[in-house]
């Protein structure tokens, strides 16, 4: 077994999913953010915890509105994904041009059409910290592409058709393990 040596407290080697949160803005336009503080609890029903830290757009829609899109970052989604985390949410020209938005069927909460898994959500509860907020919030419909939901196809081949991509040490990696860059680095790639 390798020794453990204490270092400053940081969750690398920690991966962790990313998602894209939809919300709406007051004047009715879209608003995206990249995050990746999300996981899930049980409260007789399965629900989502997740936590926004500093002041933020889609931290005021969420608590003004409550309901809010959350969905998955796939290799294909992460460059436009990638410049949601890093384009400020207050500049209304943020979500324009081709991006492909749909409404939630549930709540109507703004989704991204190319995503292969999106939840809409309602936050029902949070939790003020010293620099960010937890949510505590309830699934009202998950969206899912048909193909992910062939019980015939093993798992591991409907996971890896998707590619979902997830975070660690300001590296963003493949399901596989792949380096896809740092943080801010896919984004240029965008058109």
């Known amino acids: 077994m390798a020794e453990k040596i204490s270092v400053p407290v940081s969750n690398d080697f920690c991966p962790q999913t990313l998602f894209v949160y939809g919300t709406g803005c007051e004047d009715g336009r879209p608003d995206f ?14 629900g989502v915890m997740m936590c926004i830290g500093d002041e933020k757009q889609t931290k005021d829609n969420i608590r003004k509105n409550r309901y809010f899109s959350a969905n998955l970052v796939t290799e294909k989604l992460l460059p436009l994904a990638d410049y949601f985390g890093n384009a400020d949410g207050r ?20 989704i991204l059409r190319d995503s ?9 509860r949070s939790f003020p910290l010293k620099e960010g907020e937890v949510f505590f919030c309830k699934i009202r419909n998950v969206l899912m592409d048909r193909n992910l939901t062939d019980a015939s196809v093993p798992v591991e081949k409907r996971i890896g058709a998707i590619a979902p991509v997830s975070t660690t040490c300001e590296t963003y990696f493949s399901w596989n393990g792949k380096n896809l860059g740092g943080w801010g680095e896919p984004a240029h790639s965008m058109k």
């Open 33 to 46: 953010g990249l995050f990746c503080w999300f996981s899930y609890l049980w409260d007789g029903e399965l």
């Open 91 to 110: 500049n209304p020209e943020k979500v324009g041009g081709d991006i492909a938005v749909e409404k939630g069927p549930e709540t109507g909460v703004p």
């Open 116 to 124: 292969p898994v999106v939840f809409e959500l309602e936050a029902v």
